[in-house]
């Protein structure tokens, strides 16, 4: 795991030590400031979001990351904001509803603060993002840049390499890569394969991809944008070997942790998916109920219905009032044929979430239906229905 994760899990990580009274009155007074800015973004309001970006600061980070053409770099002072807005909506899967953001940690330190934040789009996907930000004052703060956990890196650095793509010259695209001895033709075909990206050219990208020597191709940016161009060409055998690329590229890499999730599950690599989480438990430096609720999938697929319970359990433990914990319980309840369990899990749903869990709704779920005919469940709904 590279420095800049660990130091990032580090500071994420609840303090234990004893805060006075003033101070957590101030870190509490922060955290609403920033939550409001999440729930704005959750209403589709971007006004509290502008406000709380330093915009001198990420334009500073985006044109001092790499040498980006002056006709692209002059104009990005003139709006920021039109495009911080843009790439910071590009930047999520595509959703089918409203991807909607959970301040899940905050911390504040001297003069600085981060914030992870946990998104979530349609078909149970999830995203991360890492928020660092100056303390302003005593009850202000400033959002100077994030990490992003589904497109694999800074925003800042994200955002410049794509302005690099739209005008990749040598000097630049020499910027990009590892090995800076790399000849005038590898940079010139480095340079041509950037333009395939900005033009969203699949067919060019894998001509020139598979022209490529091995040791362009093994490049971290390469590797990086073989997966992204796999991905949204929607070719699985590329895909397949694109990600296998990541896992020997990116050994253990967080940032990469949510995609790789997602692929074994999609390729029913089931044994596998726990230990990714657990990377990217340690990268993000939390446990929240949407990881553990994930490893509960993955234990039942396994057939460790145990495991799957303990996990459960676990995802209720450390976010309560996250609703896809408690349907984990049930579901892993229910696998384990612990009757009783599942209907402790199926009061919660109702009580906290608003469910009615009767028989008919039980009974369009392949797997729950299984409750109907138990005693436990049959006891448990009459005292319901009595009280």
Do not use: C
């Not at 330093?54 to 990005?76: C, E, F, H, K, W």
């Not at 000849?183 to 991809?209: A, C, N, P, W």
């Not at 999609?266 to 340690?282: G, Y």
């Not at 239906?369 to 319901?384: F, G, T, V």
């Amino acid at each position: 795991m590279n420095r800049l994760l660990v130091l990032t899990a580090a500071v994420l990580v609840m303090l234990v030590a004893p805060q006075p009274a003033s101070a957590q009155s101030q870190n509490e007074a922060l955290r609403a400031e920033f939550e409001a800015v999440i729930d704005g973004l959750n209403d589709n309001s971007f006004k509290l979001f502008h406000e709380m970006v330093d915009q001198r600061a990420m334009l500073n980070r985006v044109i001092g990351t790499y040498v980006i053409s002056p006709d692209i770099r002059d104009p990005l002072g003139n709006d920021p904001r039109e495009w911080i807005e843009s790439a910071f909506k590009s930047s999520f899967p595509p959703s089918k509803k409203e991807i909607l953001g959970t301040v899940v940690a905050f911390e504040v330190y001297e003069g600085s603060a981060r914030a992870l934040v946990r998104w979530e789009s349609s078909g149970f996907r999830f995203s991360y993002h890492i928020y660092e930000l100056e303390v302003r004052g005593s009850k202000s703060l400033k959002i100077v840049d994030w990490i992003d956990y589904y497109q694999a890196g800074r925003f800042s650095e994200l955002v410049a390499q794509s302005f690099v793509y739209v005008m990749p010259t040598a000097e630049a695209t020499l910027q990009l890569l590892e090995d800076k001895n790399r000849s005038e033709g590898e940079v010139f075909q480095m340079g041509e394969l950037f333009k395939t990206v900005r033009d969203t050219r699949h067919d060019r990208f894998f001509e020139i991809y598979d022209a490529m020597e091995e040791s362009l191709r093994s490049e971290k940016i390469v590797t990086k944008l073989n997966l992204d161009m796999a991905m949204s060409w929607n070719d699985a055998g590329r895909t397949g070997r694109a990600y296998q690329s990541i896992v020997a590229t990116f050994p253990q890499d967080p940032l990469y942790s949510l995609r790789l999730i997602g692929f074994y599950i999609a390729t029913r690599q089931f044994e596998k998916v726990i230990p990714e989480i657990e990377t990217l438990q340690a990268g993000l430096g939390v446990t929240d109920g949407v990881t553990e609720s994930l490893k509960v999938s993955a234990a039942m697929a396994l057939g460790e219905f145990a495991l799957a319970e303990e996990l459960a359990i676990n995802a209720t433990r450390v976010e309560p009032n996250l609703e896809l914990s408690w349907w984990s319980l049930l579901r892993a309840r229910t696998a384990a044929q612990d009757w009783a369990g599942a209907t402790e899990a199926m009061t919660e749903l109702e009580d906290r979430f608003g469910h009615l869990l009767i028989p008919q709704k039980l009974r369009r779920d392949r797997f729950l239906k299984a409750l109907i005919n138990q005693q436990e469940y049959k006891d448990w709904r009459a005292a319901r229905d009595a009280g």
